[in-house]
């Protein structure tokens, strides 16, 4: 302990100098920052470099969709004869890489805390470039499967690290949508990957471009975070006073270093007093209602059923009675441009309206999308074309006696190429469409041929511009500004982790539920949770907008001392 005591000092005496505003041997130094951008330009820069991390999570999410169509008919030719094989080899591909990102978050929060949010980033960096070109050289399944875990390992440690550096970087009043820019990074992804996977069709090799073009972007992030500073609270926090305030000096106009880093130095000594385990942490009030607000907040986006939306937009669309897959994939991108520009919009107004103003009328908007969404495929269920009696060859008995019934049992629904309204023959998946000349029926697998796609498309479009602007962009907002210093690492990996097992949970039921509850009462069911969501965020959700970091944690104090007084009062005969 007392060696520990000695090599505490001196950053002890810069702290000390820091709190009673004398000059400190780091002062001259950053003073006059050699930078060549404005501060306020420089914290731009930062915020677009590390939402480069966003942009691989988002093209991640989006390219899978268009890839495992093509996929069918190379690496995966040798399943097509057992229909059950191919679909739990198509769920594993997927997620694999949800798994990892959920392993890569958990591991996140700790990592970013040891090695600093920098070399956090450039090792998920490495991870996903690696996982790429794995995939684009993969000649079997297996190395897929290994490739998309590394991928999803480099885009967990992204999702957890980029938020809390760029919220350490930022100054308060534009922390929020700064933080935002990593989210519109995230649908600028969604949407490139689509528009990747609709252009790579027509290239040889097509899904092998799709999953290996994304180690671009990761090598350049690599290349940009070189000129980046490390997180100015990391630090300090860690005694390194000098390197603290250089970042500083090119993060925060000169006038305002000194006291940003005797607010942060006094901060950080306050949690160094009050030092505990992360363990006991959780045992301590203000925590708890910190992980309760982070944790729910990640829950409700996945349980929402974003994801859902963006790894099977095209399979949406084919349950809505679009037959080519290249046409599903070149649909699919307006939904995708639709949440790019809503988070946008999202980004412009999460520090002027607030982060419950905006969460709440998001969640309004999403419960009506998805109100909607169900009332279309419900609407396309009761005018779903008819079995036709001779010809069919489904096993099931009775013969169903509709496409939507035909679909459930397990068969596939062969459409009349004259009239999509004509009766169609319900066939085992092995027969295929031979009952006649093949030019004759279209082969529905995933959907019900319906003149009802535009309304599904509105209901689509119109959920993406209600949840991107809020519900999309406000958790991650909120995780990276409520946790306490001491602890942000872990809760942020905890808060990160838990929407990852959410998405996984959601991708992985949503084909079940369509299969038993048909597209309407699917979505209706995710339009239950969101309202009830709302109603939870109203009680429980509060406001950040314009407080400090430091000014946070005081906030949460306040509230705990309130809620125990007012417990004792209560007690009191």
């Known amino acids: 302990m007392a060696s520990t005591s000695t090599n505490d000092t001196p950053a002890a005496a810069e702290r000390a100098a820091l709190l009673q505003g004398q000059p400190t041997s780091a002062s001259t130094a950053v003073q006059s920052p050699a930078v060549w951008l404005s501060p306020r330009a420089y914290v731009w820069l930062l915020t677009f470099i590390c939402g480069i991390g966003g942009f691989l999570f988002g093209y991640d999410t989006g390219v899978i969709s268009g890839a495992l169509p093509y996929m069918q008919d190379d690496v995966l030719a040798s399943y097509q004869t057992d229909a059950a094989r191919l679909s739990w080899i198509q769920g594993l591909i997927v997620s694999a890489a949800v798994g990892g990102a959920a392993g890569g978050s958990a ?40 490739g998309r875990a590394l991928v999803g390992l480099g885009v967990g440690l992204a999702s957890v690290t980029v938020p809390v550096y760029i919220a350490e970087s930022a100054p308060a009043d534009v922390r929020a949508t700064l933080v935002t820019v990593n989210v519109l990074m995230i649908t600028s992804g969604q949407f490139v990957a689509y528009l990747a996977d609709y252009l790579f069709t027509f290239v040889p090799g097509t899904w092998r471009w799709m999953l290996g073009v994304a180690a671009v972007p990761a090598v350049l992030q690599m290349v940009g975070l070189c000129f980046l500073p490390e997180s100015p609270r990391w630090l ?117 309206c607030g982060r419950r103003k905006l969460l709440l009328s998001s969640l ?12 279309a495929f419900k609407v396309s269920e009761m005018h779903a074309p008819r ?150 965020a109203f009680l429980t959700l509060v406001e950040t907008q314009g407080l400090s970091l430091e000014e946070v944690q005081e906030m949460f104090k306040a509230r705990t001392k309130m809620r125990q007084s007012g417990s004792a009062q209560r007690l009191q005969p």
């Open 107 to 146: 591991a996140g929060g700790a990592l970013s805390d040891w090695l600093g949010r920098k070399k956090a980033l450039l090792a998920g960096d490495v991870l996903f470039a690696a996982g790429a070109f794995l995939m684009a050289a993969a000649p079997g399944v297996s190395v897929i499967i290994a």
């Open 236 to 352: 300090l926090a860690r005694g390194r006073q000098q390197e603290g305030r250089a970042a500083l000096g090119k993060l925060t106009a000169s006038a305002d270093v000194d006291r940003e880093a005797a607010d942060i130095s006094a901060q950080v000594d306050a949690d160094r007093a009050a030092r505990i385990s992360v363990w006991a942490a959780l045992g301590t009030p203000e925590l708890r209602a910190q992980l309760h607000i982070g944790v729910g907040l990640q829950v409700l986006q996945q349980l929402a059923g974003i994801n859902t939306v963006m790894y099977y937009t095209p399979v949406i669309l084919e349950l809505a009675g679009v037959h080519n897959k290249r046409t599903a994939l070149l649909v699919a991108m307006a939904p995708a441009a639709v949440n790019a520009l809503g988070t946008a919009v999202g980004m412009v107004t999460i520090d002027k």
């Open 364 to 375: 309004c908007g999403v419960t009506l999308a998805l109100l909607l969404l169900g009332g």
């Open 387 to 536: 079995v036709a009696l001779t010809g069919s060859s489904c096993p099931a008995r009775p013969l169903p006696g509709t496409c939507a019934e035909c679909l459930r049992q397990g068969c596939i629904f062969c459409e009349s190429a004259a009239s999509a309204a004509a009766s169609g023959l319900c066939m085992a998946k092995g027969d295929g469409c031979t009952a006649g000349p093949e030019e004759e029926y279209f082969e529905n697998s995933a959907g019900c041929p319906s003149g009802f796609m535009p309304l599904v498309l509105a209901g689509l479009l119109l959920y993406l511009a209600a949840f991107s602007p809020g519900l999309g962009p406000v958790p991650w907002a909120v995780n990276a500004e409520i946790f306490p210093s001491q602890v942000r690492g872990f809760a942020s990996g905890a808060a990160a982790t838990a929407n990852w097992v959410t998405n996984a949970a959601v991708a992985q039921t949503f084909p079940v539920l369509t299969r038993t509850l048909g597209g309407s009462g699917t979505f209706w069911l995710y339009a239950g949770i969101a309202a009830a969501g709302a109603v939870w």
